[in-house]
């Protein structure tokens, strides 16, 4: 049997609502920083949660020009956006000496839906004349395929919706790939721009969203914490650049670290309710698939939303997984800063999972101030912290019990 390439990661890319670029959002979280405020994008006042993670700071014509922006969703710009800032980082020259041995894999939980609402429930009459694009912000694919086509990969070509575990099993596709020799560069990560009426009215009702801190939103998300009412909504993007170990090293690459290991499974259980036991089982194939035992573990990056079932079957989920070790690793869930992005939030934590490796500081857990017994663990609480973290675990589980954990390792 062929022996399975290594895969490490040499360019990094993402927009938050921390900011745009990755040494902004690292500082930012390490400070303890909230992207979190008043919900703008469309009025919220007959909603009990008013509060998310927009971004900001994100300039379009930075990055791409005037015909895709008028063209194309948030969703699709903050994709190419954060890839371009990636390739930059990797130091690959845009043109590939092989088109076929670049690959994309993408990832969204709900794709286009700002340019839905837009074009389907604008605030006058409804159009006459549906704009033609349409259809291209319509088709779930596209936020992959315009990735494909600024760089001109003619590689294998996957678009992840696996609802909020997306980002994980994009960048898990996009190493699975490299580790079979399908291609030396894989593009990967996953975007969402999910703050619109339709979709934040719904969790509303479903009562998932924070609601008691509207006047407080930068309190308002607080994973594992006693008081915590529900997660809050975000929007962004995070691209990686993989590449197989052989290939960075012979153009003498910059490497960020390396991805080990995979697991990925399915509750098969509700709807919208975790099961702590099939959780578990990720976070052991992932640590199977790297040769691992839970004594090797440094840190994980947990889901981390801020509700109440899934903060605690999280909880059960890493103890089950790690047993007697569980108690002695760093948890923290950085989207206590940013908000749940969403489909784009495993590849967003990825990245912040390999500079806890690289930089030696763990991010804060922040608004954590209420200790809740069935979340007994170490959550960082509201401070960065320095610590040497050679492995690390990125966890994402998704509404239809989706799960995805990733292995990060440093190089």
């Given amino acids: 049997m062929k022996e399975k390439r290594r895969v490490v990661i040499t360019g990094l890319g993402m927009i938050t609502p921390l900011g745009t670029g990755v040494s902004k959002n690292w500082e930012a979280l390490c400070r303890g920083q909230s992207g979190v405020g008043p919900l703008t994008r469309f009025n919220a006042s007959h909603l009990?949660?008013?509060?998310?993670?927009?971004?900001?700071?994100?300039?379009?014509l930075d990055y791409l020009d005037g015909k895709f922006i008028r063209r194309f969703d948030p969703l699709h710009q903050y994709a190419v956006a954060s890839a371009k800032m990636a390739f930059e980082d990797s130091g690959l020259p845009r043109v590939a000496a092989d088109p076929s041995r670049m690959g994309v894999v993408m990832g969204t939980s709900v794709g286009a839906h700002t340019s839905f609402k837009a074009t389907y429930a604008p605030p006058g009459p409804v159009p006459t004349k549906t704009p033609p694009f349409f259809i291209m912000n319509a088709a779930g694919n596209m936020v992959a395929a315009v990735t494909a086509i600024e760089f001109g990969?003619?590689?294998?070509?996957?678009?992840?919706?696996?609802?909020?575990?997306?980002?994980?099993?994009?960048?898990?596709?996009?190493?699975?790939?490299?580790?079979?020799?399908?291609?030396?560069?894989?593009?990967?990560?996953?975007?969402?721009?999910?703050?619109?009426?339709?979709?934040?009215?719904?969790?509303?009702?479903?009562?998932?969203?924070?609601?008691?801190?509207?006047?407080?939103p930068q309190k308002a998300c607080r994973p594992f914490d006693g008081d915590r009412d529900g997660f809050v909504s975000g929007e962004g993007s995070g691209v990686l650049i993989l590449e197989s170990l052989d290939h960075a090293l012979d153009r003498g690459a910059h490497i960020y670290g390396e991805i080990t290991g995979y697991g990925n499974n399915c509750d098969a259980y509700h709807y919208t309710a975790p099961k702590a036991e099939t959780q578990a089982e990720c976070i052991k194939l992932a640590l199977k698939d790297a040769g691992l035992s839970p004594q090797d573990v440094d840190y994980i990056n947990a889901h981390g939303t801020s509700?109440?079932?899934?903060?605690?079957?999280?909880?059960?989920?890493?103890?089950?997984?790690?047993?007697?070790?569980?108690?002695?690793?760093?948890?923290?869930?950085?989207?206590?800063?940013?908000?749940?992005?969403?489909?784009a939030s495993g590849a967003v934590e990825a990245i912040f999972t390999l500079l806890t490796i690289?930089?030696?500081?763990?991010?804060?857990?922040?608004?954590?101030?209420?200790?809740?017994?069935?979340?007994?663990?170490?959550?960082?609480?509201?401070?960065?912290?320095?610590?040497?973290?050679?492995?690390?675990?990125?966890?994402?589980?998704?509404?239809?019990?989706?799960?995805?954990?990733?292995?990060?390792?440093?190089?």
């Avoid at 009990?48 to 379009?60: L, R, Y």
């Avoid at 903060?311 to 948890?331: C, F, M, N, Q, R």
């Fill in 307 to 343: 509700t109440i079932l899934s903060d605690a079957g999280e909880t059960a989920a890493i103890k089950a997984a790690l047993g007697e070790h569980a108690g002695k690793v760093p948890v923290s869930s950085t989207k206590s800063a940013t908000g749940h992005l969403w489909g």
């Fill in 153 to 216: 990969c003619r590689g294998p070509h996957h678009c992840v919706m696996d609802a909020c575990a997306s980002g994980s099993n994009a960048i898990g596709l996009g190493f699975r790939t490299i580790q079979h020799d399908e291609a030396d560069i894989m593009i990967t990560g996953a975007s969402e721009s999910p703050l619109v009426e339709p979709l934040i009215a719904s969790l509303d009702a479903l009562g998932a969203l924070s609601s008691k801190r509207n006047r407080e």
């Fill in 358 to 411: 690289k930089n030696g500081i763990i991010p804060p857990t922040i608004n954590y101030e209420v200790p809740d017994p069935a979340c007994d663990l170490d959550y960082v609480p509201n401070t960065a912290r320095k610590a040497d973290v050679k492995i690390a675990l990125s966890n994402s589980f998704g509404f239809g019990g989706i799960n995805g954990t990733l292995v990060l390792k440093r190089y």
């Fill in 48 to 60: 009990k949660c008013q509060v998310a993670g927009e971004i900001k700071d994100f300039k379009p």
